[in-house]
């Protein structure tokens, strides 16, 4: 295959070179899949105001999320068992974006952990928690956040229960993978990334093997997930996590309008409009038809950003001229990680970038902090 121009280019390659139940597990949503599709379909049906005759020059997408700089309005999604879909996955992508000028989020389950990224990057990352049962976990983990000088806390409020991804219960997922015929199969026809995983430690969840008590059946993600994940977690322990945080947070999983004010009232600095993908309720909005009205119903309360769906640097341009201030990629930096690993980081921001910046100069702008909603011609949300 050529040079990869497009993330759709990136995802080809990277289902040629992961794993199938590595891939799957990126390339999936719950149940249906009709939210994982819709994310990305729904930007589609915005379309852009094509302006004419106006100076390009000197065009810039620098831009702030949470008061920090940032190269263009794009932060890496946290995503789990990164690790998993090239070796060292967390740490090349965080060196990647880092080199790039953008926000890398580590998953609370990563392969790599909060003191390996650390260790190769040089300016801070952020660090998203998931909430479980055991608060004294939960507290070793903030200060191990704070420790590594993490710049930001991402509380994820949309997965305390897991939802059902049909693929990778078929595929047996797990981490490290298991050993039956299927599996070694799957990773037997992918050489590279079996070299890759030789030459490194890392096959388990680095945040929490060695470090969390009574962790009876960790390979398995959706067991763990049930016997440990909080299901009682609500707004109050916002406040105890903000407590013992202190520095800036944000909500994410974010998809109605009571709930963004209710997180405005917690005094976050940020909220994320998302619905994790598409991978937890099957038949939720998408999240880019949900944004205005977050948008209207929290006005400058609390910063909103966007994630689900984003494809192209276009995307993102119409998630910021529809009110966010920054956007996160998921699946199309772990399809560049898969791919060519951390040189496809690189590739996938380095093309959503390009994208943007033409499609802002074609738009008649020249500075990602003036696009709003006059670069659209028509949308339906
Ligand atoms: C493979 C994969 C693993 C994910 N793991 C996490 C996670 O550990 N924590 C979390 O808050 N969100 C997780 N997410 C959700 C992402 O942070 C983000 O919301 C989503 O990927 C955005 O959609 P996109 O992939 O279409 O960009 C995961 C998403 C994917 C695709």
Not at 127 to 149: N, T
Request: glycine share 8%; aromatic share 6%.
């Amino acid at each position: 295959m050529s040079k990869p121009l497009t993330i759709a280019d990136l995802k080809a390659l990277a289902r040629r070179r992961v794993p199938k139940m590595f891939f799957d597990y990126a390339d999936s949503g719950a149940w249906t899949e009709s939210t994982y599709r819709a994310n990305e379909a729904d930007f589609a049906g915005i379309k852009l105001r094509q302006r004419v005759l106006v100076d390009m020059t000197d065009r810039s997408l620098k831009s702030e999320m949470i008061g920090q700089k940032v190269a263009m309005p794009v932060a890496l999604a946290p995503t789990g068992l990164t690790g998993m879909q090239h070796a060292d996955g967390e740490m090349l992508a965080a060196k990647a974006a880092e080199e790039f000028g953008v926000p890398f989020t580590l998953s609370t389950m990563s392969i790599c952990s909060i003191e390996d990224v650390a260790s190769v990057t040089t300016k801070p990352f952020w660090f998203q928690l998931y909430v479980m049962k055991d608060r004294a976990f939960i507290e070793s983990l903030i200060e191990r956040a704070k420790k590594a000088g993490c710049s930001a806390l991402v509380v994820t409020a949309d997965l305390q229960i897991l939802g059902q991804r049909h693929k990778d219960l078929r595929n047996g997922l797990s981490a490290p993978p298991k050993f039956t015929p299927k599996h070694i199969w799957q990773m037997a026809t992918r050489p590279q990334w079996c070299l890759g995983m030789a030459r490194t430690k890392r096959h388990g969840f680095g945040n929490i093997v060695g470090h969390a008590t009574n962790v009876s059946d960790l390979s398995s993600l959706s067991a763990w997930t049930a016997e440990q994940f909080d299901p009682r977690l609500s707004w109050s322990d916002v406040a105890w996590i903000k407590e013992r945080w202190k520095g800036k947070l944000i909500i994410k999983g974010i998809l109605d309008e009571e709930d963004a004010r209710a997180a405005a009232d917690t005094g976050a600095d940020a909220l994320i409009v998302s619905n994790h993908g598409g991978r937890q309720l099957d038949g939720a909005p998408s999240s880019i038809s949900m944004l205005p009205k977050i948008v209207e119903a929290v006005g400058d309360r609390i910063e909103v950003h966007l994630d689900g769906g984003i494809r192209s640097g276009q995307d993102v341009l119409k998630a910021v001229a529809l009110g966010a201030k920054g956007t996160y990629i998921g699946r199309p930096f772990l399809y560049g990680l898969g791919a060519m690993g951390k040189e496809g980081v690189e590739l996938a921001l380095n093309i959503i970038a390009k994208e943007m910046d033409i499609t802002m100069a074609l738009c008649g702008k020249r500075d990602i902090r003036t696009v709003d909603r006059s670069v659209i011609a028509h949308c339906p949300y």
